[in-house]
Every structure is written in C-alpha cells, then in structure tokens.
T-cell receptor, first 115, second 116 residues
Framework: KQEVTQIPAALSVPEGENLVLNCSFTDSAIYNLQWFRQDPGKGLTSLLLIQSSQREQTSGRLNASLDKSSGRSTLYIAASQPGDSATYLCAVISISNFGNEKLTFGTGTRLTIIP | EAGVAQSPRYKIIEKRQSVAFWCNPISGHATLYWYQQILGQGPKLLIQFQNNGVVDDSQLPKDRFSAERLKGVDSTLKIQPAKLEDSAVYLC??????????????FGEGSRLTVL
C-alpha cells in the first residue's frame, strides 16, 4: 500500500527566503508525482507535474525534483512571498490493486511566509 | 473554460440526517473523482468514475455513502445516515485523460460538511 509523508507539517519563514518542502513515498513504482497548493476553504490547484522519467520540473519560482529510487520529491520555492502562504500537498500516481490509476496524497505542509 | 463546479459549499446537519452533494466536472472530462478531506489530513479517494462507470469505490463506506454519475457528466454523492466522523470537506475532481499520462487533476472548491 502506497503511503505518502510530508515533513514538516508546518513551516514559517521570513519573506524573501528560499525554502524546501519534502515529500516521501514508500512504493517507487509510480507513474508521476504532482504538487498541489490549497488555500484555506478552497480546493486544490495543481502546481507542477513530474513524469516518472523526469527528474525535475520548473515553473516560475517553483522547482520540483523527483528521485524515484529513494522515494523522495522536493518542492523548492525561491524568494518567498506572503502570497505563497498556503498548504502544499504532494500526490503520487500509481496503479491500485484494482488495476486503475490511483492518486495518493500526503498530509501536506502548511507554509506561512512572514512579511 | 469553466472549472469544476460543486454545491452546496457548506452544509450543517445533525447526525443520522442525510445530505447530498453535486458536482459538474470540466466539459469533456471523462474521469470524475470524489475525495474526502478531514481537517489536517490529505484528501482520500472515495470513488472514481470513468464516464458513467465506477472504476474504484474500494474506500467508499457503502453502508452509508452512495454516488452516481448517470449520464457520464455530473455526479451526486449522498450520505445517509450521517455520522459525526463524516464531518469533512468533500472534493470533486476531474481529468481529461489518464493520470499516468500528461493528464492533470482539476479540483472544485469543495463542499464542507459539519455533522452535529
């Protein structure tokens, strides 16, 4: 059974700092990995999608890396801004016991950027 | 392009009552998902539809939860009777193609249920 863990559960950093969020998964047989952002009371917004054959993806100030063999992914946020404050979730796509694609989420890291 | 629509946004009921949530996915998206997100946890898949067929409902508490997607477009999720532990946000999501491909998952804003 795939399990996804995100550490730390919460993180506060001053504005302008670079930061790294961590995601680990137990089963390396994944198709791809997605990072999502969730604002309070809102749904999830996809930030980056990394295919299993890729090692990283970049979008603006965000860079996500994937190391399948070690079961780890990181989300790097450069020059953090107060608007980056949100909960960040990672999710891995693998094949379930029923043969369908299944998305398994981590518990998230709640990020607060201090102005 | 319109996003995934969900209603109602908020619902408060007493235990043993029933509730229904509605979802309209992005036009053309064949796959529809219902997730349950309890406070402080990541979303947990309840049921996945491909068009109007169920692909995975292994984590749906079938004694009290039901879901349908009759015409392969919009979907309803029903809880009857509700328990205190059903208090959560119910998220609907849709995807155009398989997640293992380049498909991404698009979420609605969720329906927050409070059971008293």
């Amino acid at each position: 059974k795939q399990e996804v863990t995100q550490i730390p559960a919460a993180l506060s950093v001053p504005e302008g700092e670079n930061l790294v969020l961590n995601c680990s998964f137990t089963d390396s047989a994944i198709y791809n990995l997605q990072w999502f952002r969730q604002d309070p009371g809102k749904g999830l917004t996809s930030l980056l999608l990394i295919q299993s054959s890729q090692r990283e993806q970049t979008s603006g100030r965000l860079n996500a890396s994937l190391d399948k063999s070690s079961g780890r992914s990181t989300l790097y946020i450069a020059a953090s801004q107060p608007g980056d404050s949100a909960t960040y979730l990672c999710a891995v796509i693998s094949i379930s016991n029923f043969g369908n694609e299944k998305l398994t989420f981590g518990t998230g890291t709640r990020l607060t950027i201090i102005p | 392009e319109a996003g995934v629509a969900q209603s109602p946004r908020y619902k408060i009921i007493e235990k043993r009552q029933s509730v229904a949530f509605w979802c309209n996915p992005i036009s053309g998206h064949a796959t529809l998902y219902w997730y349950q997100q309890i406070l402080g946890q990541g979303p947990k898949l309840l049921i996945q539809f491909q068009n109007n067929g169920v692909v995975d409902d292994s984590q749906l508490p079938k004694d009290r939860f039901s879901a349908e997607r009759l015409k392969g477009v919009d979907s309803t999720l029903k809880i009857q009777p509700a328990k205190l532990e059903d208090s959560a946000v119910y998220l609907c999501a849709s995807s155009l193609e398989g997640l293992a491909a380049t498909g991404e998952l698009f979420f609605g804003e969720g329906s927050r249920l409070t059971v008293l």
